[in-house]
């Protein structure tokens, strides 16, 4: 726990919105061992994470299956009591008071739409507005914006079974903002869209987080999300915080390798050269892979004395290979 | 072949996991089979041999529906709601691409469900109706494989109908309707509720020649020796094979003019 | 007490659009009415959706009425082969079947879909109720409402309208009284029942259809005289599950029969008492299934 670095993104606590504070969740796992017999396992799907998010921040929050992001979320959402710790969201504790929360809050499961599947999509938002009991003009105000940013209107009399995946998550996140919600939520809000769905929403989030309001916690497994519209990422891993700050940071953290990649005159055995690995092969291409600290340079000096070269270039590390590292390299942090 | 039997088996193995569920099931199957039994013992006390029937043989009729209603899906619950979902989401266009035949398909799953569900669901209600009622059981191996014969064939008779029902939801959308409809008329006609031979007059003799008496009725007259000698026995399971070769028959048809429509939901 | 960390003051405009009100702070759904409110919002979209689909929804009522008239049917053709059945008339046990099939048949239609809870814990769309401003329990009462199910109730009703017509009682203000009174009950007693299902889903939902055996197994029970059945079979329908206190007990100040099991009479009065026992009962499983679901997810 102690490990863990917490980064106070606002330079206060008088802001934050959501505070965790040396949180836990326990599970006990039973395992059938025999025809009747059971064996429990305690599995600590949260150990002891703290960290506070500042009023409009739109904060990435990733890690690999089952490292405790949703756990995370369901406990921020009071869906889960904690096992230990304090969680505060707009000054609430979630666990004790779910239902006031929920008026608060908004939340976008990914894979599941909230939707309702036979009816117009109007009719999915008029529930919303009585349901959270929204005042009329200020729905009809928060209505029109999300309808004009996400390209709803011709949707609004269209049953949802008749939208296509996209649509129906672009659908799924005006239901969600609708009542004004001060936290957003948003569960892998890009699973499985094509690339012009994926671009239509992040440029609405662009939007939401530019309006500054709204403090946006995003978990996906789709980078580019982060990279656009995160400035801050955490990530989790077996249960704890493993980073908490930017982009770049987790780039320096990951420890990782640059590839310089080769075009050769002709097919060649894997070169040899001295501060680098070859990676690949392929036709009269190779990849080698240097250190992100060391110079290209030299490499590439060495590299033009002793082959035939025709063109080359420098690919800097995606950011999944170094979450990959900092997933598998946890212990030396 | 190969494939069939891997999907018949699939359909085994996906029933079997449900340990929990299938011990619920046959705890209600107990509960039922008993409220059944008591009043059929009642009806039977006031009239002895009604149906042709003594009153054990009315007993053991009432497991042995107990024993078959999920096998035979009586009240439905076989592979019908998951295609009628595959059809309203649309999902069925790619079932439509593969290698196999839909109707193929389905039925060597729905036959892997009833495979396990003869010993899960079967088995076990008749095993804890010996311990609370005197039952007539068979007396000769060849009456217990007669038996199972017409279970089998009672099986693909109920397949048959219920996929015509799913394929409704071509036209329909949400066949939620249908089901329902299709599962009373299978449940009365069955003889689920009362033997069609206590069915009065015109309305006894029609059951018993529509295609829901092989459910039931034809598999538990064979248990009982009701069938009347081998002939009999060879005429009743002949009688449910028509119905099954008539209704497989007519699901083709229908399949074949549902594919031409296709109407993928969400396009 | 909770906000401490954030004071009332303090709470910031969020505008989205900028400089407009902040919803009211008071919490909803507090009252009573306020969750009857919630309630009836949610099965209007759930009619509205089965509206969706007109034939559909035509067809499922009118097969939900036909399946219990066809279940009728085969009390009928019993009595075609006897006047009487464990020593009651016909119009008796119409009687007998008609308050049991209005009972479960109410609750069947106010929160019949609550067997679903097990479903929805297994694919983790109960998630998305918890995080609404409405009680879980309104959320799952009014999920996949159908008013087909009223089907199921007319039926019952003119079935019981018909014994009542052929049955010779002996009218007290008392006993003109005790039939909505044990109706009621006895919507109660099957909605307690259902509930306390729903509640064991939370923890066992692979184990749904027990719940099964003792509301439609109950109506099954209940709709035949209790002379029919083993005495300890109305036992355990009088002090383990209550279910006799939903017609059985009732029924026998206005038929007249004798008491299936040789209480005192004032037993056959104490329906509401019993149904309110059972419903207390019901909402202190209903929190425990829904705390143990909150405490270990799913």
């Not at chain 3, 002090?239 to 017609?247: G, I, K, Q, T, W």
């Amino acid at each position: 726990m102690g490990r863990t670095e917490v980064r106070d993104g606002t330079g206060g606590t008088g802001d934050a919105v959501i505070r965790l504070d040396g949180v836990c969740k326990v599970f006990d796992v039973y395992r059938r061992t025999g025809l009747l017999r059971r064996e429990r396992r305690e599995v600590r799907a949260v150990d002891g994470i703290s960290f506070e998010v500042a009023r409009g921040e739109t904060v990435g929050y990733i890690g690999p299956n089952g490292a405790g992001k949703s756990t995370t979320i369901k406990m921020l959402t009071g869906i889960l009591v904690p096992s230990g710790g304090s969680v505060r969201v707009a000054g609430i504790d979630p666990s004790r008071e779910r239902t006031r929360l929920a008026r608060r809050i908004g939340v976008v499961f990914g894979q599941r739409t909230t939707l309702w599947w036979d009816l117009p999509l109007r009719d999915s938002y008029d529930l919303v507005r009585r349901m959270y009991r929204v005042e009329p003009a200020r729905f009809r105000a928060n209505l029109d914006r999300c309808v004009d940013l996400l390209d709803l209107g011709p949707l609004l009399e269209v049953p949802v079974r008749q939208l296509s995946l996209g649509q129906r998550m672009r659908g799924d996140i005006a239901a969600a903002l609708l009542h004004d919600p001060e936290v957003l939520y948003l569960d892998e809000p890009t699973i499985g869209l094509d690339v012009i769905s994926k671009a239509k929403v992040r440029q609405f989030l662009a939007e939401v987080k530019a309006a500054g309001a709204t403090t946006v916690l995003l978990t996906t497994h789709d980078l580019t999300d982060i990279e656009q519209l995160c400035e801050r990422v955490m990530v989790i891993d077996h249960g704890r915080l493993v980073h908490d700050g930017d982009l770049a940071g987790l780039h320096a953290v990951g420890a990782s390798e640059r590839v310089l990649v080769v075009d050769f005159a002709r097919e060649l055995p894997a070169v040899d050269v001295p501060g680098a690995r070859t990676v690949r092969v392929e036709g009269p291409r190779q990849w080698l892979s240097f250190p992100a600290s060391a110079s290209a340079a030299p490499l590439v000096a060495e590299v033009a004395a002793r082959y035939p070269l025709v063109d080359l270039s420098v690919r800097e590390p995606a950011i999944e290979e170094v979450i990959a590292r900092l997933y598998g390299d946890r212990a030396s942090l | 072949m190969g494939v069939y039997r891997a999907v018949l088996a699939g359909g085994f193995r996906r029933y079997a996991t449900y340990r929990v569920a299938t011990l619920a099931g046959v705890f209600t199957n107990a509960v039922f089979g008993m409220i059944m039994a008591y009043t059929y013992i009642a009806l039977w006390r006031v009239r002895p041999h009604l149906g042709g029937y003594d009153e054990t043989q009315a007993v053991t009729f009432v497991w042995l529906g107990q024993a078959l209603l999920t096998t035979t899906a009586l009240m439905g619950g076989g592979c019908e709601t998951e295609l009628i979902n595959r059809i309203r989401t649309g999902d069925v266009a790619i079932d439509l691409y593969r290698p196999v035949d839909l109707q193929g398909w389905w039925l060597a799953t729905d036959l892997g469900r009833a495979a396990f569900q003869v010993v899960g669901r079967g088995v076990l209600p008749m095993a804890v109706a010996a311990l609370l009622f005197p039952l007539a059981w068979p007396s000769s191996p060849l009456v217990w494989l007669a038996f199972l014969v017409a279970v089998a064939l009672g099986v693909v008779v109920s397949f048959a109908v219920r996929y015509l029902v799913a394929l409704v939801a071509f036209w329909l959308l949400d066949g939620a309707g249908v089901v329902i409809l299709s599962n009373l008329v299978a449940l009365f006609f069955s003889g689920m509720v009362l033997p069609l031979t206590v069915f009065p007059g015109a309305l006894g003799t029609a059951a018993r020649v529509l295609p829901w008496s092989a459910l039931l009725q034809v598999p538990a007259d064979v248990f009982l020796g009701r069938a009347g000698g081998a002939a009999g026995v060879l005429g009743r399971l002949a009688f449910q094979a028509a119905w099954a070769a008539v209704l497989l028959g007519a699901g083709r048809l229908m399949q074949s003019v549902a594919t031409r429509k296709v109407v993928v939901q969400g396009g | 007490m909770a906000d401490a960390g954030v004071p009332r003051a303090g709470r910031p405009v969020r505008p989205f659009p900028p400089g407009e009100p902040v919803p009211p702070e008071e919490p909803a759904w507090r009252r009573p009415a306020d969750g009857l409110r919630a309630y009836g919002l949610i099965v209007g979209m759930w009619t509205r959706s089965a509206l969706a689909y007109r034939l559909s929804f035509v067809m499922m009522t009118f097969g939900n009425g036909a399946l219990t008239a066809l279940d009728f049917a085969a009390v009928a053709i019993i009595f075609g082969h006897t006047t009487r059945l464990g020593g009651f008339s016909l119009a008796q046990t119409a009687f007998l079947y008609g308050t049991s099939g209005m009972a479960i048949g109410l609750a069947d239609l106010l929160l019949g879909s609550m067997d679903g809870l097990g479903q929805r814990v297994r694919d983790g769309t109960l998630d998305a109720m918890l995080v609404r401003p409405v009680p879980v329990f309104v959320q799952v009462a009014a999920d996949r409402f159908a008013l087909r199910r009223l089907g199921r109730v007319s039926q019952a009703a003119l079935v019981l309208a018909w014994s009542l017509s052929r049955l010779d009682v002996a009218w007290t203000p008392g006993t003109v009284l005790l039939l909505p009174v044990m109706l009621v009950s006895g919507a109660a007693i099957f909605s307690a029942v259902f509930t306390l299902g729903a509640a064991f889903q939370f923890r066992f939902g692979d184990a749904s259809e027990v719940q099964n055996s003792f509301t439609y197994g109950g109506n099954a029970l209940t709709q035949y005289p209790p002379t029919v059945f083993a005495k300890e079979l109305v036992r355990g329908a009088t002090f383990v599950v209550p279910l006799a206190f939903v017609n059985w007990l009732p029924a026998t100040l206005i038929l007249g029969t004798p008491q299936p099991l040789g209480l005192p009479r004032w037993v056959d009065w104490v329906s509401p008492l019993v149904a309110a026992a059972v419903c207390a009962a019901a909402a202190v499983a209903w929190q425990a299934g829904l705390r143990s679901y909150r405490s270990t997810g799913s």
